[in-house]
């Protein structure tokens, strides 16, 4: 499957995003799904992951109870809304998916294929 995320954009302390993600090439609902991010300066970290059925997800303690990780398997899309946004969410936002591996992995290692990242910049 080949990704591409898209929907990031310049937006307020306190205002909200939602990223999409298409896959195309093959079906969404073979693979489970993540999303991870790039700040400026820093390494890439787990942000969210979404099973393959859409029933079980698993968030980053900084996240929790602003972010929500989705998917519409017969769009073949996954999304993150995002609330809440703070300064320190400024960052590439990239969606990821492996098709063989542990549902709930937080590890960029296991995830095989990546979509260009989205940016997404909170200002103050």
């Known amino acids: 499957v080949q990704l591409q995320a898209s929907g990031g954009g310049l937006v307020q302390v306190g205002g909200s995003l939602r990223l999409s993600c298409v896959g195309s090439?093959?079906?969404?609902?073979?693979?489970?799904m993540g999303w991870f991010r790039q700040p400026p300066g820093k390494e890439r970290e787990f942000i969210a992951t979404?099973?393959?059925?859409?029933?079980?997800?698993n968030y980053v303690d900084f996240v929790k109870g602003r972010f929500t990780i989705s998917r519409n398997n017969a769009e073949n899309t996954m999304y993150l809304q995002m609330n809440t946004l703070e300064p320190e969410d400024t960052a590439v936002y990239y969606c990821a998916a492996v098709r063989f591996g542990r549902s709930g992995s937080r590890a960029e290692s296991e995830y095989r294929t990546w979509g260009r990242g989205t940016l997404v910049t909170v200002s103050s």
């Open positions: 090439g093959d079906a969404m609902r073979n693979y489970i």
């Open positions: 979404i099973s393959r059925g859409g029933g079980s997800t």
